[in-house]
């Protein structure tokens, strides 16, 4: 497996739209990287640059294994991809996408038919060989897909957004799939998604992308408990923000009070904390941290989730553990241990 390094990476479109603020990205041998972000932050710009599609900006640089790779078009780069619309040849069969590539680089016949089976049976589409494209489904056309962009056996695999267009249900064993295939092919891979879970699923390190810049790079654990910004907290699953005055080392708000060290005295500020580690206490052991009334409960099989009004600007998610029953317009009394409450500077409005 090959490494991939992006240096000072900018991208700047002949319309001049700036998709990318200058980038660096280091991605290890056989690791799975994920580009998530919100529309338009500038993924899909960065895995072309990475495939040879787009070219950086004057002073941008890519590495392949530490071989410079800036100049060399896609066919040069041993990449292969996978995109979101399985952009197959409609009118050949299953074995016929699949063997495109082979076909070219003239791997005889035999050879190809081998290859072929060995591919439908990596991606479980065993005897679809000879299948017409409009035979198959959604699932089926982006397993057809990933076996074409693996045949010609890439260095590198990249995908953009290729679960976006299936159903939830599917998405969900075709990502289970496709996290075991690239545990097992140990090839470096490249998947772009806008889709959190799809990201914390499927990446040994997440890159969240904000506006053409690089936010944070991190493994799903550290982007979900040390989110480093503002942005990445309230993108990366349900965060709860609580809005108060600070000083003496509390945050203040209509329901009660938080551990809040800031310097600020009597300035606005936010804490920021998610539902699964609020705690909900027995009002009078007095280790509550704020109090309220329930506005909903949510049974979500798993967990129930309350919204909680705290008298704060905004009402606190809260998730407890399936046992509980909880009715609405009840009151209840939370804890937030202190570790679990972010406060970002950035936040302090005065
Ligand atoms: P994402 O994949 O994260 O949705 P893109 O990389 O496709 O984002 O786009 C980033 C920004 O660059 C967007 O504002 C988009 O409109 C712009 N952009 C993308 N491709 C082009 C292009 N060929 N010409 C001009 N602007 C583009
Ligand atoms: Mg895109």
């Known amino acids: 497996a090959v490494s991939i390094k992006l240096i000072q990476c900018a991208k700047t479109f002949a319309n001049g739209a700036q998709a990318l603020q200058p980038i660096e990205l280091e991605i290890h041998p056989g690791e799975t990287v994920v580009l998530l972000g919100p529309s338009g932050c500038g993924k899909t710009t960065t895995l072309r640059l990475i495939a040879g599609l787009e070219f950086p900006d004057a002073g941008g640089q890519i590495l392949f294994g530490g071989e410079d790779v800036t100049d060399l078009p896609i066919e040069k780069r041993g990449v292969g991809m996978v995109f979101q619309n399985y952009a197959l040849f409609p009118n050949m069969t299953v074995g016929e996408n699949i063997a495109y590539g082979l076909k070219i680089r003239k791997m005889p016949a035999a050879e190809r038919l081998e290859k072929i089976d060995a591919l439908l049976e990596m991606v479980q589409l065993q005897g679809l060989g000879q299948r017409r494209i409009d035979q198959l489904s959604g699932g089926q056309k982006q397993r057809v897909a990933l076996a074409r962009a693996l045949a010609v056996e890439p260095k590198v695999l990249l995908l953009d957004e290729p679960l976006t267009a299936l159903d939830a249900k599917l998405r969900e064993t075709l990502r289970a799939d496709l996290n075991q295939l690239l545990r097992k092919l140990g090839i470096t891979a490249i998947y772009v998604t806008h889709d959190q879970s799809e990201a914390m699923a499927l990446g040994d390190r997440v890159v969240v992308m904000e506006r053409g810049k690089i936010a944070q790079i991190g493994s799903p654990r550290d982007i979900y408990y040390r989110p480093a910004s503002h942005f990445v907290a309230d993108f990366i699953g349900t965060m709860n923000r609580v809005t108060g005055i600070a000083g003496d080392g509390r945050l203040r708000f209509g329901g009660g009070q938080l551990p809040c060290d800031t310097s600020s005295v009597g300035l606005r500020a936010t804490l920021m904390f998610r539902p699964e580690d609020v705690e909900v206490v027995a009002d009078s052991m ?58 970002f500077q950035d936040e302090v409005v005065a």
């Open 286 to 343: 007095g280790a509550a941290d704020m109090q309220g009334e329930i506005l909903s409960t949510f049974f979500l099989g798993d967990r129930t989730r309350l919204l909680v009004d705290v008298g704060a600007e905004q009402a606190v998610v809260v998730d407890t553990g399936r046992g509980a029953s909880w009715q609405v317009g009840e009151r209840i009394a939370l804890r937030v241990p202190e570790h679990a409450l972010l406060h």
